[in-house]
């Protein structure tokens, strides 16, 4: 997946060949190319004017360019990352090894991380002072966002594969139990539901008062309200 820099001049992606190319996205022109130690299959995210990308052999990197010295940091996890989440300067990173990685994105150090069994599914969230991020076995964990400490549990009807999106204090998902729920973190209760015509397991978006997503063959609206 590409990702576009802050101000939408250059946008950035990996290749099979284990590239990362810069690209002036108003005519598609090469600015620079450059080597990384694998292939890139999350959408790159930005910090401090670096692009911080994720690769298959573990390896995140905070780069501002094709030199070595052009390089912000470098670390790497025991499993590979999956979809990158950044919220308040801090890097949130589910990864093979079911755990669930907080890295501060300037520096790349890292903040604590924390072990959730089964395993980390999708794209965590983070609303206020927590995070919350979902499990394969139908569980959305809400973490204290300084510390990783468990705060509380919301259990689902099924596998949640895509991850998480936020509107205000609710969290919003779908299952494979052909629901689409929305938590209410400030009361620690579901909010509401919608049940659907198939399994859900697009990563929700919000925009215009408005969650969005995918379910099998259709593609849904729902005014959030």
């Known amino acids: 997946t590409p990702g576009v820099s802050p101000d939408g001049s250059v946008l950035y992606f990996g290749t099979a060949d284990r590239v990362l190319h810069a690209v002036d996205a108003r005519n598609g022109d090469r600015i620079w190319k450059r080597e990384v130690p694998g292939e890139m299959r999350q959408e790159p995210l930005f910090s401090d004017g670096a692009a911080i990308v994720a ?59 924390r072990a959730l069994s089964p395993g980390v599914s999708g794209r965590a969230v983070r609303i206020g002072g927590s995070v919350g991020v979902a499990t394969r076995d139908g569980r959305v964990h809400f973490l204290d966002a300084g510390t990783g400490e468990p705060l509380w549990t919301f259990d689902a009807g099924g596998s949640i594969q895509g991850g998480l999106a936020a509107a205000g204090s609710l969290v919003l998902f779908g299952s494979d139990d052909q629901t689409f729920y929305a938590v209410d973190t400030n009361l620690r209760t579901l909010a509401w539901r919608l049940k659907c015509k198939g399994k859900i397991r697009s990563i929700p978006a919000v925009g215009e008062g408005s969650v969005f997503f995918a379910c099998e063959d259709s593609l849904y609206a729902v005014e959030l309200n």
Do not use: H, M
Not at 72 to 91: C, E, F, I, S
Not at 103 to 109: C, E, K, L
């Open 55 to 113: 690769c298959d052999d573990g390896t995140l990197l905070a780069l501002k360019g094709p030199r070595p010295e052009d390089e912000v940091w470098r670390l790497k996890p025991d499993g590979t990352p999956g979809p990158l989440t950044l919220a308040n300067g801090v890097l949130y990173v589910p990864s093979a090894d079911q755990v669930l990685y907080a890295i501060d994105a300037s520096r790349g150090a890292l903040l604590w991380k």
